[in-house]
């Protein structure tokens, strides 16, 4: 069975890193595409950015570029994503999800999203 | 960079059949999937690569894409339909993924 878990929830104020991760099973994982998604609260699906596990191949939506790192660790099945200076802004939903083995292949498996809250 | 249209609610009695439109310049030249978030849950694929269904899904979900528009539609409607649908495409352009604004279904 496909899962991909993400870690907890975590609670951060304004300036601190943070790093949440995704731990795939029941799959290969070094050949699927895995992205991550914000949701913003009471909002849309944005995409972040994408990662292929088994090169590290990373693209990144211009809106996200330079402001968070994706990440993975093929040993561990796990990809990251990550923030050096937290902002309010960034409180939002975060979900990892499985795409295909192309970019043009839908998000097929989801985890179950980290709530991340920037707040003083 | 590619941008995608949807309205933002769609409002159907029960047993009627609601569509929701995914807007797009030449949208018809793109693989459109779609997922169905329902409160408090992750979203779901319901419909891929225009017009397939992942297993598990009931044959009431189908969409079509042609031109500028793809179409998401859900027959017979069930009050257990009553979600948030988003459209997905990859621009190839761009090398990006893109998700419309998504919809809010309401059944009546």
């Known amino acids: 069975e496909v899962q991909l878990v993400q870690s907890g929830a975590e609670v951060k104020k304004p300036g601190e890193s943070l790093k949440i991760s995704c731990k795939g099973s029941?799959?290969?994982?070094?050949?699927?595409?895995i992205g991550w998604v914000r949701q913003m609260p009471g909002k849309g699906l944005e995409w972040m950015g994408i990662i292929y596990p088994g090169d590290s191949d990373t693209r990144y939506s211009p809106s996200f570029q330079g402001q968070v790192t994706i990440s993975a660790d093929k040993s561990i099945n796990t990809a990251y994503l990550q923030w050096s200076s937290l902002k309010a802004s960034d409180t939002a939903l975060y979900y990892c999800a499985r795409s295909g083995r192309q970019l043009v292949h839908p998000f097929d498996y989801w985890g179950q999203g980290t709530l991340v809250t920037v707040s003083s | 960079s590619y941008m995608m249209t949807q309205p933002p609610s769609v409002s159907v009695a029960p047993g009627q059949t609601a569509r929701i439109t995914c807007g797009g310049n030449n949208i018809g030249r793109k693989s459109v999937h779609w997922y169905q978030q329902k409160p408090g849950q992750a979203p779901v694929l319901v419909v891929y690569?225009?017009?397939d269904r992942p297993s598990g899904i009931p044959e009431r979900f189908s969409g079509s894409n042609s031109g500028n528009t793809a179409t998401l539609t859900i027959s017979r409607v069930e009050a257990g339909d009553e979600a948030d649908y988003f459209c997905q495409v990859w621009d190839s352009s761009s090398g990006h993924v893109v998700f419309g604004g998504g919809t809010k279904l309401t059944v009546l």
């Open positions: 690569d225009d017009s």
């Open positions: 029941g799959y290969s994982f070094t050949t699927y595409w």
